[in-house]
């Protein structure tokens, strides 16, 4: 693989990682409970997605 001929600066390293940064991850509110879910995931409290019950919740004791 070929190697750069000249060293790059720190300013030019620099510049192009300005736009590398951590995003919060986005929440919705599920429409059954009103629990903070991921978008486009089950509902972990109540196992609903989109209106639909597609996990089976069972409650412990």
């Not at 990682?17 to 509902?43: F, Q």
């Not at 209106?51 to 089976?56: A, H, L, P, S």
């Amino acid at each position: 693989m070929p190697h750069p001929k000249r060293r790059h600066s720190k300013s030019r390293g620099r510049k192009r990682r300005t736009n590398y940064k951590a995003t919060a991850s986005t929440t919705t509110t599920c429409s059954n409970c009103g629990a903070p879910v991921l978008s486009h995931r089950v509902c972990p409290e109540c196992g609903f997605y989109r209106g639909k019950q597609v996990v089976e919740k069972t409650v412990s004791a």
